[in-house]
């Protein structure tokens, strides 16, 4: 699983961005993979753990989102 920290997240838009621990192109996280993983939303800031998927359009995106809330003081 890959690690990063999530630069932000809208839960009105549905969507946001994870920055990568390694670097690269932040990635990007929708709703749907957020409340798979139990929650309604992710905090700015979060560390979380994540698996990287290919979209049907061939974008990457964030799946099976772990998010460790108590790091990030949420």
Not at 2 to 11: D, E, H, L, R, Y
Not at 46 to 61: N, V, W
Request: proline letters at 3%; a positive charge; aromatic letters at 12%.
């Amino acid at each position: 699983m890959a690690m990063g920290t999530v630069k932000w997240f809208s839960p009105i838009k549905g969507y946001g961005f994870i920055k990568p621990d390694r670097g690269g192109k932040d990635v990007f996280v929708h709703i749907s993979a957020v409340e798979k993983g139990a929650h309604t939303s992710l905090a700015e800031g979060a560390k979380i753990s994540y698996e990287l998927l290919t979209t049907r359009s061939g974008k990457t995106a964030a799946a099976a989102l772990f998010a460790y809330f108590e790091a990030a003081g949420c």
